[in-house]
């Protein structure tokens, strides 16, 4: 149980009760701008299409 | 409307997604030199495929209307509810 909680020492310093979001980088841009239109966004990693069930890694 | 207005009316519509996505990402990253080259870049090419739209087939927006002739083709061209766009 405490190796879990090594990865979280840096979260520990902050408020709790508060929802953090990981900065977004500037990486991983649709090339074809159709294709990012079709997809609804520009960034590969915020393409997260509704599968109808339980999210699957 | 012909095949041709329509393509166009395409590329802008996916220009204008474009510019909109990135000055998403300015609002939370507006010092981020690639991003502000990306968005010079779209917002440039969004702005001439308008005004070559606008030279074509009449203005998009308030912003591309000009006169051309003797009337104000802003306010004579058919309005979408009147089939211009279709």
Wanted: with cysteine.
């Amino acid at each position: 149980m405490k190796e879990f909680f090594s990865e979280y020492q840096l979260l520990n310093q902050l408020p709790l009760g508060m929802a953090y979001v990981p900065l977004q980088e500037f990486t991983h841009l649709y090339e074809n701008l159709e294709e990012a239109f079709c997809k609804g966004t520009l960034f590969k990693d915020l393409y997260k299409p509704f599968s109808g069930r339980r999210c699957v890694r | 409307m012909n095949c041709e207005s329509q393509k166009l009316l395409k590329e802008i519509s996916i220009l204008d997604f474009a510019v909109t996505e990135i000055t998403l990402f300015l609002d939370t990253h507006p010092c981020n030199q690639e991003a502000m080259r990306y968005f010079t870049y779209y917002n440039r090419l969004k702005k001439d495929k308008m005004k070559e739209y606008a030279d074509m087939y009449g203005p998009l927006t308030l912003a591309f209307a000009q006169q051309t002739g003797n009337d104000f083709l802003w306010t004579t061209q058919p309005w979408p509810w009147e089939g211009g766009m279709e």
